[in-house]
């Protein structure tokens, strides 16, 4: 069974596995088998959900939310994360040039009144800022999150993708800590816990939400000779440990990280899931993690 775990000291509490949604128009499920795959992880003990305006272009908050219309109680048995700022072209903004960034008031609180519109939701627990913009005016993000804030709208807010130095910056202009940074790590990608990213969140006692685990799946199908080795070196810690799979290997490694992450699933196969959950009773040593940082970098450790 999955565990509730506080992102923050005194902050909200999400399950140590979050299954996230942002391949949920892919998942062809009618709004009947939405719900039932949202009640079969809830089972397992991941209450806490991830999405994103974007996702879908635009329409996976609202596919959830159909499915959430049909048995509106089970809003009281999950965590909402959702996320803005970014804008893309899109159909349905025919007068975009190209994909940008908007961190401005007025865009944050539209994106959250629209996501509360197609989620069926009174209010989000977390709105994280997407993506760093570089005409962010943190002075005019604190406003808009004080204002969603007293209106109910929003609970606690975060970032994704943020630098230590562009987390401290919204930090400094925030009278309540943001409760995570969500970020990609995986063995293909973890240079978050190279550029100080993670030192940081284990500073303030801050758990990540680490996206891409399985970095789109090219460590199971990549050719390049990164993701061949990385696959051979999951293969052989898969048999030492006896894990099931090596997707089990990978959430254990990123688990072992001591900022404690919290990986998201990609997943709408609740089989995959369950495997998932079966790998939070797997504990790698430092020196099959380090295997796995040396297949990834083609070198051994300095």
Known sequence: MVAKVALTPNGPQFSELVQGYWRLGAWNMSPQERLTFLKQH????ISTVDHADIYGDYSCEQLFG????????????IEIVTKCDI????????????NHYDTGKAHIIESVNNSLSR???????VLLIHRPDALMDADEVAEAFAELKVQGKVNHFGVSNFTPSQFDLLQSRLEAPLVTNQVEINPLNFEVAHDGTLDQLQMKRTKPMAWSCLAGGDIFSGQSEQAVRVRNELEAIREEIGAASIDQVIYAWVRRLPSQPLPIIGSGNIDRVRAAVDALTLTLTREQWYRVWVASKGHGVP
């Open 42 to 45: 809830i089972e397992l003990g």
């Open 66 to 77: 159909e499915a959430l219309a049909l048995e509106p109680s089970m809003r009281d048995q």
């Open 119 to 125: 989620l069926h939701v009174e209010n989000i627990d």
């Open 87 to 98: 804008k893309l072209c899109s159909s349905q903004f025919a007068d975009r040039k190209i």
